[in-house]
């Protein structure tokens, strides 16, 4: 039996879960989920999320592709939804931009960058294994719609 790396990383990453939960709650170190500081609930939900999708990696291998691929998706549009949207209300109420102060560099916190960096290589490393899961050549020739 052959151990496919891009099968291996993300099965890790969600096995050691725990160890994020114990880091957040105990250590105040928050890289997994840093944007839902605020919002203890959601951030609770999420951890229980991604403890049943290593459950779900554990007892369905061949699903691990698309159930990291789906949750990396998510964590990335919340991360980038939580940079930009403070910047978009911040512009849409500020009357003079230049007189107002740029209490808002608060979005771009080291936290958050490292989750930023965690989920967008575990995206990037499922949708590569979602591609070899489904048998799809790299190689493939790719097909000219515009006929």
């Given amino acids: 039996m052959r151990i496919e790396p891009r099968q291996t990383i993300p099965k890790f990453y969600y ?3 725990p ?4 880091l957040d709650y105990f250590g105040g170190i928050s890289v997994r989920v840093a944007v839902l500081d605020s919002m203890p609930m959601y951030k609770n939900l999420y951890y229980g999320f991604c403890i049943f999708c290593a459950f779900s990696m554990y007892f369905r291998p061949q699903f691990t592709a698309v159930v990291t691929l789906f949750e990396s998706t998510i964590i ?6 939580s ?3 403070p910047y978009i209300r911040f ?3 500020a009357d003079d931009v230049l007189n107002e102060s740029w209490d808002i560099m608060n979005a771009f916190s080291i936290p958050r ?5 965690l989920a967008g290589t575990m995206a990037i490393v499922a949708f590569h294994g979602s591609i070899d899961a489904l048998g799809i050549s790299k190689d493939r020739p790719r097909q000219n719609t515009s006929q």
Avoid: D, E, R, S
């Fill in 91 to 93: 512009i849409m109420q």
């Fill in 113 to 117: 960058i490292v989750n930023l960096v």
């Fill in 76 to 81: 990335v549009l919340i991360t980038v939804l």
């Fill in 19 to 22: 160890l994020f939960i114990l």
């Fill in 15 to 17: 096995y050691i879960t």
């Fill in 83 to 85: 940079v930009f949207l």
